[in-house]
């Protein structure tokens, strides 16, 4: 009789210790973002406070940074995240492989920009051939955009030597791509602000503008993307991380130079790297500020990626944007 009434009592407190645990998960939240400026809603919203008002003073929020897509793909995916804003070729990706992740908004389009090194003797497409390029990812938004782009010009040799073409591609975080183009150790580089500019201001040439490049200045360069999971479970968490996300864009069109300069510091607490205020400027002109999602174009994109063979089988998209949060 004893051990039964021991085994009831603590079965009963591990059930209370699960639920205090459960209540615990349910106050937190976990929002990833990049410390670019194409980014920059993500770093409003949590400067000006608006995440927290959106979620209520009894949610913590913990703010994650990442260097590339994939890592962030792999935070969402294991459930060290549960939203944030990344580039929309990782969750196309992820997404057709089976991952439970969902497109909820927008954030910025337009942006990307390659441009050469002053080094590497390139003055037009012309003079790429065997070249090295680098992009922070493979197969993140901004190498299928140059990849896509060279497709469409129908140079076999003007492609990735992974689907038979001539260059040569390599990877790595857009701050070091300056120290790379002096090494001689890359030629190219399909970047996004601000790092197109900073690179041009220190001698390299745009080659290919955000005007021509694949889906240039209309493709949503970042979006807002969540777990399927807080959809399900926590849809009202979903609902604030846009609610705040929208006031975040309304207040960068209305205040851009304010929302620079919450931009530049952000960035710098980040990566303890300053940068130029004018080029910061200038980066910002490129780049398009809005939550909309043109779903068809996104579609699209997500082909495109078949077609450079980063993906193996053709992908089906249907489902992986939700326009109305319930």
């Known amino acids: 009789m004893k051990k039964w009434i021991l085994s009831l009592f603590v079965l009963l407190v591990v059930g209370v210790l699960a639920a205090c645990g459960d209540d615990s998960d349910a106050n937190k939240v976990k929002i990833g973002y990049f410390p670019n400026i194409?980014?920059?809603?993500?770093?409003?919203?949590?400067?000006?406070?608006?995440?927290?008002?959106?979620?209520?003073?009894?949610?913590e929020?913990?703010?994650?940074?990442?260097?590339?897509?994939?890592?962030?793909?792999?935070?969402?995916?294991?459930?060290?995240?549960?939203?944030?804003?990344?580039?929309?070729?990782?969750?196309?990706?992820?997404?057709?492989?089976?991952?439970?992740?969902?497109?909820?908004?927008?954030?910025?389009?337009?942006?990307?920009?390659?441009?050469?090194?002053?080094?590497?003797?390139?003055?037009?497409?012309?003079?790429?051939?065997?070249k090295t390029f680098i992009t922070p990812g493979?197969?993140?938004?901004?190498?299928?955009?140059?990849?896509?782009?060279?497709?469409?010009?129908g140079i076999?040799?003007?492609?990735?030597?992974?689907?038979?073409?001539?260059?040569?591609?390599?990877?790595g975080k857009p701050a070091t791509y300056q120290g790379l183009f002096e090494s001689g150790q890359v030629d190219l580089a399909a970047v996004p602000e601000p790092w197109a500019s900073i690179l041009v201001d220190k001698g390299a040439k745009v080659v290919v503008s955000t005007e021509e490049i694949a889906y240039g200045e209309t493709l949503p360069n970042v979006v807002l993307a969540a777990s399927g999971s807080l959809l399900e479970d926590r849809p009202e968490i979903a609902k604030a991380i846009l609610?705040?996300?929208?006031?975040?864009v309304e207040y960068i069109n209305n205040n851009k130079e304010e929302a620079l300069d919450i931009t530049i510091k952000a960035i710098k607490d980040i990566t303890k790297q300053e940068l130029d205020k004018d080029l910061m400027a200038k980066a910002m002109e490129r780049i398009t500020y809005t939550t909309e999602i043109d779903e068809d174009l996104l579609k699209e994109f997500g082909h495109a990626s078949f077609e450079l063979e980063f993906l193996k089988e053709k992908p089906n998209f249907d489902g992986i944007v939700v326009s109305n949060i319930n």
């Open 61 to 130: 929020i913990e703010y994650v940074t990442f260097p590339d897509g994939g890592t962030f793909m792999t935070a969402l995916n294991s459930g060290e995240i549960d939203a944030g804003l990344v580039g929309p070729a990782p969750v196309l990706n992820n997404y057709s492989n089976g991952a439970d992740v969902k497109i909820i908004g927008g954030a910025s389009s337009g942006g990307t920009v390659v441009v050469a090194s002053k080094e590497s003797g390139i003055n037009s497409l012309e003079d790429i051939e065997g």
């Open 138 to 153: 493979i197969g993140c938004t901004h190498d299928v955009q140059f990849e896509k782009f060279l497709l469409e010009k």
């Open 243 to 248: 609610e705040a996300e929208e006031r975040a």
């Open 156 to 171: 076999d040799k003007l492609a990735s030597d992974r689907i038979g073409g001539s260059l040569k591609h390599t990877t």
């Open 38 to 59: 194409d980014h920059a809603p993500a770093m409003v919203a949590k400067e000006k406070g608006y995440f927290q008002e959106a979620l209520g003073e009894d949610v």
